[in-house]
């Protein structure tokens, strides 16, 4: 196996420096790529009958050719060469448009298969290519199709790869354990390989691209799996012994009782920091769904014992407000709170930072202002990061050097399909809180077309005089903050025509300093402000309850997630919200989201079909995926064996045969698990 990994493909027979360059455009370098470069589908080239072929199907026809073949040269380098065949009894005419040198392959009195597509009207056939040539030869019957390049022919990669499989089919050994490969019955990886290129019919084809997606799949949950596995044991992380009296009574004293869902979440992560292990853990949950309690719970149960907590979230505002909400919940204790920001003024950041070394802080909130060198912890135990994804790797990590293996916590208001969740963070347990708080009235969700919007307004005035708020969401302008701004700006021009000086009209967007937005966003929270007009840096988790409704113009320009995201800043009251989407949409995505969004709140199935709609490599936006590319397997829609895979990893990881059997080499290889030595390879 080692060979195919270390030859290159410039090695082979007919790969020269510019076809070598032209593969190497299209990631294929050494003769392992080149092996499991496989087709993005198969020409059916088996004979059909006439009867059974539907219009403008693409199919072969064989039959004998009945009269010499013409040609026929018009206009500029134009021809056309015609010629009938004898199809069982039936007389189609054929004919190649642009392809006259087929003529010396058509023989008058010569059987021919021909390759093209049908008019079941005029039971003719429009060529395609004539089989027994270069590019197909006479015997095969599904022909492979590669994706290819205008630099390499896809004819060429075709011969290049059955020239690797000849060469070096003895090479590929076994991946998959025989038990498994028994089990759910796949086929050996060598047989899989050849009939993912050259399969003789549909069941071997499709049982070989069965067994690559599994095996796909398997490689990659024992990866995933084991990276989680040193990273517990390894870590030997903090055991944090908390006082379970304190953990109680502080869950006690709060005005409501916590959802199912939470207190599950509550057991999962306080058994995580009573653990000698390093807590890796995602906490997700729709928005409003009650995270931050449950992240307050491990702070007190940090507390009890004298360990420091970090919590750090993407930007200012946040911060703040988890600041903000940390500190009216941590009211009847004695925990010590900072919020340390850029904007922290340099004389209080001198003496929180002494304070947090002495450990006269219990629970620093705040930006990556955290992670800056001269930040030191007394004590620090417990870390958690606010939407995680918006963190670069090393921000991260650069947090948890900061404590001795301190237990970690993510959490997410982005709703992660679970298949994703599986995939992206294989490495960590996911806990996820799918339940509302009781109560909660749902969002009522309206779509609207643009010359209805004189409506809407008397709709917003009602909601207003009411004494509600609410947020108008300008365009959103891809990649042009300065047309962001002039949208929002004329928008709020037009909201002050209609609703000033009667309600406050105000704007928010992406060019106002730091301070100018944290203004604004209080003078919105205090009421001072009735319609607040914002580019979309109105962020996750900004929490007004007496917002009701949330206009969003344009709204098919936004993703699934992100209109999900900004419909949940209303709901956060008692009293009933509404969202409005202003959109004509022109396309059918765009239409088809405008449907979704009104026909549910939940946030689940909509991250679900957003990852239908976009694909997992766009749905956590470009910036950061991590989302893993796999060459055959789909994560949406091969999610059954997905399941199966993680689970067969996560048995195989405990045996200790899986560690030291040299049987195992091959998948340790791949794994990339080197024999004896165990790195703390997590980020
Ligand atoms: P998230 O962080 O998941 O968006 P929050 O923690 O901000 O949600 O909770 C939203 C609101 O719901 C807060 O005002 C919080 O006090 C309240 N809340 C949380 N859990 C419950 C519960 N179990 N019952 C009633 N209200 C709750
Ligand atoms: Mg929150």
Request: hydrophobic share 40%; proline share 4%.
């Amino acid at each position: 196996m080692d060979v195919l990994f270390k030859e290159s493909v410039g090695d082979l027979k007919g790969v020269g420096a510019k076809r070598k360059e032209a593969l190497q455009q299209l990631g294929i370098e050494s003769i392992w790529d080149l092996l499991t470069y496989f087709p993005f589908r198969h020409e059916d080239l088996t004979v059909k009958d006439i009867e059974t072929i539907e219009d403008r199907q693409k199919v072969v026809l064989q039959g004998v050719v009945i009269a010499p073949a013409h040609v026929q040269f018009y206009g500029r380098r134009k021809s056309r060469l015609s010629f009938r065949i004898n199809v069982d009894h039936v007389i189609v005419p054929v004919t190649f448009f642009n392809q006259h040198y087929l003529e010396k392959q058509v023989n008058e009195g010569e059987s021919l298969k021909v390759f093209g597509t049908w008019d079941a009207q005029r039971m003719q056939l429009s060529g395609i290519k004539i089989i027994g040539s270069q590019t197909a030869n006479q015997n095969e019957k599904f022909e492979p199709i590669y994706h290819s390049s205008k630099d390499i022919s896809h004819a060429i990669i075709k011969k290049i790869v059955k020239q690797a499989w000849d060469t070096f089919q003895q090479e590929i050994t076994e991946v998959l354990p025989d038990y498994l490969l028994q089990r759910y019955q796949l086929m050996p990886l060598k047989e899989a390989i050849y009939n993912m290129h050259f399969p003789e019919n549909p069941e071997l084809m499709n049982l070989a691209r069965e067994t690559i997606i599994f095996t796909e799949f398997f490689v990659f949950q024992l990866r995933v799996q084991f990276r989680r596995m040193v990273h517990k044991n390894i870590g030997a992380g903090q055991a944090i012994d908390y006082d379970l009296d304190q953990l109680k009574n502080f869950f006690a004293q709060l005005p409501f009782e916590l959802t199912n869902a939470q207190k599950e979440a509550v057991n999962a992560i306080s058994a995580d920091m009573k653990r000698p292990i390093q807590m890796y853990r995602l906490l997700q949950g729709d928005v409003g769904s009650g995270k931050t309690i449950v992240a307050a719970g491990a702070i007190v149960a940090a507390h009890s014992v004298a360990v420091q907590s970090a919590f750090m979230a993407p930007t200012e505002i946040l911060a703040e407000q988890h600041f903000d909400s940390l500190q009216s919940i941590f009211e009847p204790f004695d925990i010590r709170m900072a919020l340390l920001t850029s904007s922290t003024k340099t004389k209080e950041r001198n003496e929180l930072l002494a304070q947090l070394e002495k450990g006269e802080i219990d629970i620093v909130v705040g930006t990556h202002a955290l992670i800056q060198e001269d930040v030191i912890f007394q004590h620090l135990g417990l870390i958690i990061i606010d939407e995680q994804h918006r963190f670069g790797v090393n921000q991260r990590k650069a947090l948890r050097e900061k404590g001795k293996h301190p237990d970690v916590l993510f959490m997410t208001a982005t709703p992660i399909p679970r298949t994703l969740s599986m995939t992206a963070f294989g490495e960590m347990d996911v806990t996820t809180i799918d339940e509302m708080p009781p109560g909660r009235l749902p969002v009522k969700t309206y779509w609207i077309r643009k010359k209805q919007l004189p409506q809407l307004y008397k709709e917003i005035k009602k909601e207003l005089d009411k004494n509600s708020q609410a947020y108008i969401i300008s365009p959103l302008i891809e990649e042009s903050d300065e047309l962001d701004l002039e949208n929002a700006t004329k928008l709020a021009e037009v909201y002050s025509e209609t609703f000033a000086p009667q309600y406050r009209v105000a704007l928010l967007h992406g060019r106002m300093s730091a301070q100018e937005k944290e203004e604004t966003m209080q003078q919105f929270k205090h009421h001072e402000i009735d319609l607040l007009v914002s580019t979309t840096v109105i962020e996750v988790g900004v929490d007004v309850p007496n917002a009701t409704m949330m206009v969003i113009h344009d709204a098919d320009r936004f993703g699934l997630a992100q209109l999900h995201q900004l419909r949940g800043r209303v709901g956060r009251g008692a009293k009933q919200s509404y969202a409005v989407l202003v959109a004509d949409p022109k396309g059918e995505n765009g239409v088809k989201r405008m449907q979704i969004m009104t026909s549910t709140t939940d946030g689940f199935e909509i991250s679900q079909k957003d990852l239908e709609m976009r694909g997992p490599g766009e749905f956590f936006g470009k910036r950061q995926s991590g989302v893993p590319e796999f060459k055959v397997a789909d994560i949406v829609e091969d999610e059954q064996p997905l399941e199966v895979a993680r689970y067969e990893a996560a048995h195989l990881l405990l045996e200790d045969d899986f560690r030291k059997n040299p049987h195992y080499q091959v998948l340790r290889t791949l794994v990339g698990i080197e024999d004896g030595q165990i790195n703390d390879i997590l980020d």
